[in-house]
């Protein structure tokens, strides 16, 4: 008896393939072939080659229901110690973000409480926080540093961010975000601390393995467009790639800067301007755009979605879930949020969650429903793609499979 040639195979399944040219990709009724942890076959199910039964080790039937490729969070902070519910409170009581930050609150409050943490309970407290977005059908993440901002501190958060991976099956993907906020100890010493970021605390950390990628925050409360550069050169050296909290606040050129280092993302983007645009769009680098802070600090400016459209820049959705500017724990409804508040199409903030958040972090090999792909799949109680983005709440997911093996949500 021949043995058979897939492990698993799934038919009678809504397939949102993210890619050929219906909308979604979707083949209506179809089957979806899994072997060695990536997708071996995927197409109708009356194409499927012969009797199923003959062809994969374990057959399921999945009765008509949607299937997209796992869920993709480019940007979290998710890493932290404590929380800031209280500023929650200061700013629904008029104070602004800068206020907050400048009084020695926002970044800073979570630095402290970071650093007083030891690694196991820093990880004690992170888990919760990836076990939620696994929930929610996240099988890919991206996590920076930045609430340590000195080496021992910054180099616990990565290790941490790399067991939570180790831990639930995910894939996780690390930022160092030593530009993020000035501690207190470098206030009078800016140059300094900049030093110590691009010529000791990076090479250090990405000669350990624990990074994948290099972020800053350009901003007036954070870093200058020059000091973000001396950073960026040192990742060039090193051949690590860079992406950039830009244009969040204000228009300081982030974007720009970022495009010329053929960065990965830029994300916010709530003042980006036409010359950022084009810049981003000659680069090829992802617009991640990020509907929890905006909530959550009651922001009214929009980012230019329209002109990112008119100039083909691929638009990203992520949950920026950080304990003070978004709490957010749910990217499927960061999508939902990223459609109400920024007008995306339901299709547009699904592709910002798969296909264009892989893009994003530089990972060509998941965010589509295509053979050879990563087996990384997410199963859902629902039928129409776009009840992913309409439901408001609710456990939508079924279960989500890791490089072909299942997880129960």
Same mark, same amino acid.
């Given at each position: 008896?021949?043995?058979?040639?897939?492990?698993?195979?799934?038919?009678?399944?809504?397939?949102?393939?993210?890619?050929?040219?219906?909308?979604?990709?979707?083949?209506?009724?179809?089957?979806?072939?899994?072997?060695?942890?990536?997708?071996?076959?995927?197409?109708?199910?009356?194409?499927?080659?012969?009797?199923?039964?003959?062809?994969?080790?374990?057959?399921?039937?999945?009765?008509?229901?949607?299937?997209?490729?796992?869920?993709?969070?480019?940007?979290?902070?998710?890493?932290?110690?404590?929380?800031?519910?209280?500023?929650?409170?200061?700013? =629904?009581? *008029?104070?602004?973000y800068e206020d907050i930050a400048r009084a020695g609150g926002g970044i800073a409050a979570?630095?402290?409480?970071?650093?007083?943490?030891?690694?196991?309970?820093?990880?004690?407290?992170?888990? #919760?926080?990836?076990?939620?977005?696994?929930? +929610?059908?996240?099988?890919?993440?991206?996590?920076?540093?930045?609430?340590?901002?000195?080496?021992?501190?910054?180099?616990?958060?990565?290790?941490?961010?790399?067991? /939570?991976?180790?831990?639930?099956?995910?894939? %996780?993907?690390?930022?160092? &975000?030593?530009?993020?906020?000035? #501690?207190?100890?470098?206030?009078?010493?800016?140059?300094?601390?900049?030093?110590?970021?691009?010529?000791?605390?990076?090479?250090?950390?990405?000669?350990?393995?624990?990074?994948d990628a290099v972020d800053a925050f350009c901003e007036g409360i954070g870093f200058s467009?020059?000091?973000?550069?001396?950073?960026?050169?040192?990742?060039?050296?090193? *051949?690590?790639?860079?992406?950039?909290?830009?244009?969040?606040?204000? +228009? &300081?050129?982030?974007?720009?800067?970022?495009?010329?280092?053929?960065? /990965?993302?830029?994300d916010h983007l709530e003042h980006l301007s036409e010359d950022g645009i084009a810049a981003?769009?000659?680069?090829?680098?992802?617009?991640?755009?990020?509907?929890?802070?905006?909530?959550?600090?009651?922001?009214?400016?929009? #980012?230019?979605?329209?002109?990112?459209?008119?100039?083909?820049?691929?638009?990203?959705?992520?949950?920026?879930?950080?304990?003070?500017?978004?709490?957010?724990? @749910?990217?499927? /409804?960061?999508?939902?949020?990223?459609?109400?508040?920024?007008?995306?199409?339901?299709?547009?903030?699904?592709? *910002?969650?798969?296909?264009?958040?892989?893009?994003?972090?530089?990972?060509? +090999?998941?965010?589509? /429903?295509?053979?050879?792909?990563?087996?990384?799949?997410?199963?859902?109680?629902?039928?129409?793609?776009?009840? =992913?983005?309409?439901?408001?709440?609710?456990?939508?997911?079924?279960? %989500?499979?890791?490089?072909? @093996? #299942?997880?129960?949500?």
């Amino acid at each position: 008896m021949t043995a058979p040639r897939w492990d698993r195979l799934l038919l009678d399944a809504r397939l949102a393939t993210f890619a050929g040219p219906a909308p979604y990709g979707l083949i209506e009724h179809g089957a979806l072939a899994v072997h060695d942890g990536r997708i071996a076959w995927v197409g109708p199910l009356d194409a499927l080659p012969r009797e199923a039964s003959r062809l994969a080790a374990h057959v399921e039937s999945l009765d008509g229901a949607l299937v997209t490729p796992g869920l993709i969070d480019c940007h979290t902070h998710l890493v932290f110690g404590g929380q800031r519910a209280h500023e929650f409170d200061l700013r =629904l009581n *008029g104070a602004s973000y800068e206020d907050i930050a400048r009084a020695g609150g926002g970044i800073a409050a979570t630095v402290a409480a970071t650093r007083a943490l030891d690694e196991d309970a820093l990880l004690a407290q992170s888990l #919760p926080r990836a076990q939620a977005l696994l929930a +929610d059908g996240v099988t890919t993440l991206e996590i920076k540093s930045g609430y340590g901002l000195e080496p021992a501190a910054e180099r616990r958060m990565l290790r941490v961010a790399r067991r /939570l991976g180790e831990a639930l099956g995910l894939t %996780v993907r690390t930022s160092f &975000l030593g530009l993020h906020a000035l #501690p207190a100890e470098y206030r009078e010493r800016r140059a300094d601390y900049v030093a110590l970021v691009a010529d000791t605390m990076l090479p250090a950390l990405a000669q350990d393995g624990l990074v994948d990628a290099v972020d800053a925050f350009c901003e007036g409360i954070g870093f200058s467009r020059e000091e973000t550069r001396r950073v960026f050169e040192r990742a060039r050296a090193l *051949g690590l790639p860079v992406k950039l909290h830009a244009e969040q606040l204000s +228009d &300081l050129g982030g974007a720009a800067l970022v495009a010329e280092y053929r960065g /990965l993302s830029a994300d916010h983007l709530e003042h980006l301007s036409e010359d950022g645009i084009a810049a981003m769009a000659a680069a090829n680098t992802v617009a991640v755009l990020l509907p929890g802070a905006f909530y959550a600090l009651r922001e009214t400016r929009l #980012p230019p979605v329209g002109r990112l459209r008119a100039h083909g820049v691929p638009i990203a959705v992520a949950t920026d879930c950080n304990p003070g500017t978004s709490p957010l724990l @749910s990217l499927r /409804l960061a999508a939902g949020m990223a459609c109400t508040l920024f007008r995306l199409t339901p299709e547009e903030a699904l592709r *910002g969650i798969t296909a264009n958040a892989a893009r994003a972090l530089g990972l060509d +090999d998941r965010g589509t /429903l295509v053979a050879g792909q990563r087996a990384d799949l997410a199963i859902w109680h629902a039928r129409n793609p776009a009840e =992913l983005c309409y439901w408001i709440g609710g456990a939508l997911l079924d279960r %989500v499979y890791l490089a072909g @093996s #299942p997880v129960e949500a």
